[in-house]
Each structure stands twice: as structure tokens, then as C-alpha cells.
């Protein structure tokens, strides 16, 4: 995939401009080889013809709006990263980011271990002239924000839910929330500290790339209510996704519930060993269901849908978008950006943190 002779000669001149991370290899045929055998095992306990006759009886109006409520976060998305970078020279528009984020979420549902998180950077830099170590920091930011949000409504929902019998599969992946949202956390910290406290003995290079960071991770105080706005906006479109599948197939939920199957299988898609944790993802909607009280056959339907459309459809999108990326002037893999790691660095401003 632009795989040019012009592009390897210039990443040669300049060693390490715009090289691309490591998407595939072993790690990644190990993924999809897992992702394979864990689908063709649940699929083998799905009635196909079952799915196919809830899915001809569902309402398909509702269940379009519902899937343009999913990919309409997109944008906000995007709108929200370039907000975090307010702070950063950049050369992208709202619609380059939203463009960006549906790029490398589509990477992110073929390659193992969020790995389209840094790849999301490379994106940045070669699309819009940020540095990586900047555009990582804001991911990581950002992936705080999200990880804390998801966490607490997903909380709240279960304990509305189950308050009086807690089931120990819900507790298990509250605590995984726990877990990734401490884990975010202690990053932004550590590099804030860091940032004040580098040792001498570290390469320049290195010593730069955690200023570029620290700049990236700490969004302009401005951005703060902005920020806030959008990722609930972006959290209650995915609720308001779910509720309006679960209605298609003429499934009324409440408020908490609709909470609950939402954030409880997206706390899954970090499952490390395949691409957005596939095959856990699908078998954790379907107990998510089951606890709500859906039947089997229509809890098996509403998780088919559900992840054709958020995962499947996603990556045949993201197949043709890159397919036809010169038209969108999307810059992608071996690509090279126009300015090198010196000039990049010098264009982001010191920034403290705010007190």
C-alpha cells in the first residue's frame, strides 16, 4: 500500500521521517487467526435463518437512523481531537480530523492491541503537519476523558440495574474500566511530571519527543467546556445508537438500560489479543442481553446487527476510503509529511501545565 520507490528513497534521505508504524506482522496474523477461530465459534451457536427473519421483521427506518447516529460521531470526534490541538500549528479542518478518526478507527477493528492509536499519530503528522509525540499525547488525553466517561455511566447503570444482585460479569468489567481508566490517568501524570524532571542522560531526541508529548496531552484551558460538551454529545449518540437498534427490533429500553448495553461491551473492545475485541465484544453483548431479559434468538439478532454495522461495515468503509484515498487526499502507511522532527519540534510552543 504506497509502497513507492520515491517514498522509501525519501524516508532513506531522512531517517525515521514519517515512517510509519509497524501495523503488520506476526502479531497481527496471530490476532486475526484468534478473531477467526472465536467468530466460527459463535457462529456455529447462531441460527443464521433466525437472524435473517428478525432482521426482515425489524424496523428498518429506526435502524438506519441508528446506525447514522453511530458513524455521525465520527466527526464530532474529529472535531474534539482538533480542539485538544487547538494549542498545536496544524494545516487540518474539523472534516480532515473527522476523516483521520474514522481512518484509524478502521485500523483499530484490524490490527490487535489499540495499535491504530499510534498509527492514528502517524496519520496526524503526515496529514496534518503534528508532530507524533504531540498527537499521541492527545489520544491519550483523550482516551482518559473517554475512559473516566464510560466508566462512570457504565457504574451508574449497573448499580440502578443490579443494585440488589450484582452479577459478577458486570463487576469483572466495571473493574477492567477501573483499571484502564488508572492505567490512562497514571500516563498523563507520569509525563507531566516528566516533564519537569527529565534526566540529563537522555538522548536530545528523547528529551524532545516528551516535550512534544506533555504539549499534546494538555489541551489549551479554553478547549476545557468545549472538550466536555463534545464527549457527551459523542457518548449520548452512542447511547441513543443502541436504544434505537434495541427499538428496530421492537425492544423498549430504559434510559439505564440502554446505558448499560452501551458502555459495558465498548469497556470490551480493549481485550488486547484481537482487533477491537472481536468475538469478546459479540459474546459480551449477548450476556448483556440476557441480563436485561432478551430472549436468546432476539439477543443472538440484535448482536449480529449491532456488529455488522459498527464493525464489519466499518472495516468494508474503511477498505474503500483508502481505495480511493487520493480522492479524499488522505495521506496514508508509508507516506511521508513535509516538514522533518526538527521543524515540527520548533513549531510547538512550550506550554505549562495549567495550575
Known sequence: ??????????????????????????????????????????????????????????????????????????????????????????????????????????????????????????????????????ALGSIVFLRMVDAWMVLILAAGASWLLFSSAFPKPVAWALLIAFVIALATTAVVVMFIVLRHAVPSWMPEAVRQRIGAFHTGMLPDPKETISLLVLTILIWSMETLWMFLLAKA???????????????????????PLTPSGAGAVELTMFGCLRLLGVASPLAASLTVVNRFIDFWLHIILGAVTWMFRRAFNLRTWRDHPDMSDAALTNSIPEKEPAS
Open 249 to 271: 427490533f421492537h425492544i423498549d429500553l430504559g434510559a439505564a438500560q440502554a446505558v448499560f448495553l452501551t458502555m459495558i461491551p465498548i469497556i470490551i473492545t480493549a481485550f
Open 1 to 134: 500500500m504506497d509502497n513507492t520507490e520515491a517514498t522509501e528513497n525519501s524516508q532513506n534521505s531522512a531517517p525515521n521521517e514519517g515512517k510509519s508504524p509497524k501495523l503488520w506482522g506476526w502479531h497481527t496474523l496471530v490476532s486475526i487467526a484468534i478473531t477467526a477461530v472465536l467468530l466460527v465459534l459463535l457462529v456455529s451457536y447462531v441460527d443464521l435463518g433466525q437472524v435473517w427473519q428478525e432482521l426482515v421483521a425489524s424496523n428498518k427506518v429506526i435502524l438506519l437512523f441508528g446506525a447514522l447516529m453511530h458513524y455521525g460521531t465520527y466527526p464530532i470526534r474529529g472535531m474534539r481531537w482538533k480542539r485538544s490541538l487547538s494549542h498545536v500549528p496544524m494545516r487540518c479542518g474539523n472534516a480532515r480530523f473527522g476523516l483521520l478518526v474514522f481512518f484509524y478507527n478502521f485500523i483499530d477493528n484490524i490490527v490487535p492491541a489499540k495499535l491504530g492509536d499510534v498509527y492514528a499519530s502517524h496519520l496526524a503528522r503526515i496529514n496534518c503537519g503534528v508532530r507524533r509525540s504531540a
